[in-house]
């Protein structure tokens, strides 16, 4: 069950900025609970992006950023490049389901 | 480098049980968290459940009544077992390994390739 919901799919010009937002409540992101966000290239595995709101693991590329504001979080692409499509997934705690980690629905990034 | 390796059966029939093993290498099971997530054809990731190097457990509630997540530290090993699988359970299964920032704020910081799990007769 996807508790975190994000919109379908969003598309840039290469270079653009884009924005992926993450919308939750207070079980979860508004609870004060970090959020971390994924990558999924076409056919392989999730790949850690961004951890802790906003902290990016060593070799991504700094034009990847989270946010946090009440109970939604936001990833910015600053600069899309054609190798940035893929789809993207925010990820947190939820203390009201036992303690179960969440993702999001998913967005699909296109490059146009 | 940590690696993570799924392996198990690529079919299984309904209402029998799924069985799959992760393999750790390049790095210790112990003192760490590990996790199983799915993701069904085209669909986004669902945790299952974790499981801590000392054994302790925790379950998606949705899942609790059917899934076992076990471990051995000797074999740098963790595996899933689900119970009475139906259609809905096919799907790509990935272990994955927990890290930590600020407790209770888990993420998974390291992912196996995923194997792709059929349930058909």
């Known amino acids: 069950q996807s508790v975190l919901m994000q919109p379908p799919s969003v598309s840039g010009a290469p270079g653009q900025r884009v924005t992926i937002s993450c919308t939750g409540n207070s079980s979860n992101i508004g609870g004060g609970y970090d959020v971390h966000w994924y990558q999924q290239l076409p056919g392989k595995a999730p790949k850690l992006l961004i951890y802790g709101n906003n902290n990016r693991p060593s070799g991504v590329p700094d034009r990847f950023s989270g946010s946090n504001f009440g109970t939604s979080a936001s990833l910015v692409i600053t600069g899309l490049q054609a190798e940035d499509e893929a789809d993207y997934y925010c990820q947190s705690y939820d203390k009201s389901l036992s303690g179960s980690k969440v993702f999001g629905t998913g967005t699909k990034v296109t490059a146009l | 480098q940590v690696q993570l390796q799924e392996s198990g059966p690529g079919l299984v029939k309904p209402s029998e049980t799924l069985s799959l093993t992760c393999t750790v290498s390049?790095?210790?099971?112990?003192?760490?968290?590990w996790s199983w997530i799915r993701q069904s054809p085209g669909k986004g990731l669902e945790w299952i459940g974790y499981?801590?190097?000392?054994?302790?457990?925790h379950y998606n509630p949705s899942h609790k009544s059917r899934v076992t997540i076990s471990i051995d530290t000797s074999k740098n090993q963790l595996s899933l077992q689900l119970n009475s699988v139906t259609a809905a359970d096919t799907a790509i299964y990935y272990c994955?390994?927990?890290?930590?920032?600020?407790?209770?704020?888990?993420?998974?910081?390291?992912w196996g390739q995923g194997t792709l799990v059929t349930v058909s007769s």
């Open positions: 994955a390994r927990e890290a930590v920032v600020t407790a209770p704020s888990y993420f998974f910081d390291y």
């Open positions: 390049g790095g210790f099971i112990s003192g760490y968290y």
């Open positions: 499981i801590y190097y000392r054994g302790s457990t």
